[in-house]
């Protein structure tokens, strides 16, 4: 079993700032692609930011210059630095991993269960 635990959601005021984590945890053999997604009440989900597994990332267009998303492997981890906070950014956040278990044929994408974030004065 892998599971992916994410944290740093919460209510903060517009202007501030937040970081989120993202924990893998089980069997993980590698790590490839990590991201963070959102999701409003109503709307589609969104690609906030993405990592490959060799640093490079892409960013919504909403987003870019405001959040830097890292990774610490030896952790099996993702982060989300998010500044500037608006009250569009409000949403819940969700982490997903390409993961392989056991060898590198046994691949799959994994989802967090989503943390809050609420920007509101």
């Known amino acids: 079993q892998v599971q992916l635990v994410a944290s740093g959601g919460d209510l903060v005021q517009p202007g501030g700032s937040l970081r989120l984590s993202c924990a893998a945890s089980?069997?993980?053999?590698?790590?490839?692609?990590m991201g963070w997604h959102r999701q409003d009440p109503g709307k589609e989900r969104e690609m906030v930011a993405v990592?490959?597994?060799?640093?490079?990332?892409n960013y919504a267009d909403s987003v870019k210059g405001r959040f830097t998303i890292s990774r610490d492997n030896a952790k099996k981890t993702v982060y989300l630095q998010m500044n500037s906070l608006k009250p569009e950014d409000t949403a819940v956040y969700y982490c997903?991993?390409?993961?392989?278990?056991?060898?590198?044929?046994?691949?799959?994408?994994?989802w967090g269960k989503g943390t809050q974030v609420t920007v509101s004065s």
């Open positions: 089980g069997t993980i053999f590698s790590t490839s692609t």
């Open positions: 990592i490959n597994s060799n640093g490079h990332t």
């Open positions: 997903n991993m390409g993961i392989a278990r056991f060898d590198i044929y046994d691949y799959g994408n994994y």
